[in-house]
């Protein structure tokens, strides 16, 4: 070994740099395994409890952060048959055959975040809708982590939210004499022959693009009915927060007395700003004015717990889930 080295120097020499670059190579394995401990668990069973699952991560989840783990939930695939042979080009639901409904079969998913009416009129997001993931369990309030909203038994996602857009046409309230379908004729099948002046602050909330769907309800109703009843995947309306008004009498209608007057805190404007990246608070405070909100700032709710609405009691069998109306 020695006639390798001249001198006991550059032996001394060798061994000093061989320490110094094993040294560095440990230094570098340790920082990748760090920032990858960090970035992305390394098993199935860490992924599972990947923080991002659990509130308050959650709430102020960008999406592209889900993406990294579930970026199969958005690539297409419907089936171009089914095992029993159904082609999917040619069976279409009742809601399949509406005139504002576009292209071909996909996924739920794809429907709500990239299809043309999700682009352009809806900006949900993967929190809109998912509120918590606790693989240990699916029930609400048994455990510290689960999802502390009164969400129904074994859903993955509190179906108030799909009700918002995916209940019935609340002709009672409207004081219209029955269904949109069968009376809608009557007021020219205009939506806006009434709600030109009724109920005129609406949709200010993160998931939707309030302009573009006065936009699209001037060029059919088809638009507003496609959320207010047209889609109805449940036996009952959805109880809106009541917005004042302009020119709003001031004698609240009994039916909506118990009604709040604004959407719900996560859903506010003010609790998520159009870009996910940089989420405002409710009161900024001074430093946060001065130095602009940064992506690490917990979403406005998150420091104070979204009461849940008194209005909504759901259960499961799907009786008596409105409470006054
Ligand atoms: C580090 C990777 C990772 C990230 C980031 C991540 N997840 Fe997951 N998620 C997983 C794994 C792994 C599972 C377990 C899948 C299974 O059991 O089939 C899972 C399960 C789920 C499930 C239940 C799936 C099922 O089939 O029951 C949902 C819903 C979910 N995640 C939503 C989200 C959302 C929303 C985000 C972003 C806020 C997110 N995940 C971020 C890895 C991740
Ligand atoms: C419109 C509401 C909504 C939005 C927006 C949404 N999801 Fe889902 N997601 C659901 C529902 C409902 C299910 C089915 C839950 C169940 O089976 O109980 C689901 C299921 C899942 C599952 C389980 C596997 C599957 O494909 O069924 C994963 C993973 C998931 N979502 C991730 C995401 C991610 C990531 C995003 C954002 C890119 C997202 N979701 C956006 C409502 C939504
Ligand atoms: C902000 C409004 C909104 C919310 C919230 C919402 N949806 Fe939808 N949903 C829509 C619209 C609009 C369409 C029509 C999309 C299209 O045709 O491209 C739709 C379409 C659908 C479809 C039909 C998909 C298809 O292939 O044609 C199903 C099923 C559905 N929604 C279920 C749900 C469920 C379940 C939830 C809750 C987890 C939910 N939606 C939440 C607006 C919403
Ligand atoms: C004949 C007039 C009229 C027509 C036509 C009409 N509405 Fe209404 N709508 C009302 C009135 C009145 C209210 C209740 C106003 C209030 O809060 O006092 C109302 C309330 C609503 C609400 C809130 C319901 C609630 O429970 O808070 C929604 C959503 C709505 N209308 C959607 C629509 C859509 C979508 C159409 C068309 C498909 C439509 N309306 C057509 C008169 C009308
Ligand atoms: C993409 C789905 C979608 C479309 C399209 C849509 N709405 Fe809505 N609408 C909603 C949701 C969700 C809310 C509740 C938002 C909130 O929590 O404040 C709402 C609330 C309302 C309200 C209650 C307003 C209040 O006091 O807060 C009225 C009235 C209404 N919509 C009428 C219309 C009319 C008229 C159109 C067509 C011009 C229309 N909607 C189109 C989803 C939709």
């Known amino acids: 070994m020695s006639h390798y080295f001249e001198t006991d120097h550059d032996k001394h020499e060798f061994a000093g740099r061989l320490i110094v670059s094993v040294g560095l190579g440990l230094a570098l394995m340790l920082l990748a395994v760090l920032v990858f401990a960090a970035e992305s668990p390394t098993n199935y069973a860490a992924a599972r409890w990947y923080p991002l699952h659990f509130k308050p991560a959650i709430e102020r989840a960008d999406d592209k952060e889900c993406l990294v783990c579930h970026a199969e939930v958005l690539k297409p695939s419907v089936r171009a048959q089914s095992p029993a042979g159904v082609r999917a080009d040619q069976s279409l639901a009742w809601y399949q055959t509406l005139e ?18 999700a ?48 209940g019935q046409f609340n002709a ?18 205009n939506c806006l022959t009434c709600h030109e002046g009724i109920r005129t602050t609406r949709h200010n909330v993160n998931f939707l693009k309030p302009r573009a769907i006065e936009e699209a309800g001037r060029e059919s109703s088809e638009h507003c009915y496609g959320c ?12 809106y927060p009541r917005h004042a008004w302009e020119g709003m009498d001031k004698d609240i ?38 130095s602009g909100a940064t992506p690490a700032q917990p979403r406005a709710m998150a420091a104070g717990k979204a009461p849940a609405s008194p209005e909504l009691r759901m259960n499961v069998k799907g009786k008596n889930h409105v409470r006054p109306l």
């Open 100 to 117: 504002i409904y576009s292209g071909a079969q996909d996924t739920f998913h794809r429907r709500h975040l990239l299809g043309e009416m």
């Open 119 to 166: 682009k352009r009129y809806m900006n949900l997001r993967c929190n809109t809708c998912h509120q918590g993931h606790d693989p240990r369990d699916e029930a609400p309030g048994t455990s510290v982590t689960a999802q502390a909203t009164g969400y129904t038994l074994r859903k993955q996602v509190d179906p108030k939210t799909c009700l918002m857009c995916h």
């Open 172 to 189: 009672e309230v409207m004081g219209l004499p029955g269904p949109w379908a069968e009376h809608g004729e009557t007021f020219g099948n």
């Open 228 to 239: 207010h009843g047209g889609r109805a995947w449940y036996r009952i309306p959805f109880p």
């Open 253 to 290: 209608p009994d039916w909506a007395k118990h009604r709040p007057t604004q959407s719900e805190p996560r859903f506010r404007l003010e609790a998520w700003t159009s870009t996910p990246a940089a989420p405002a608070t409710v009161n900024p405070s001074p430093a946060a004015k001065t």
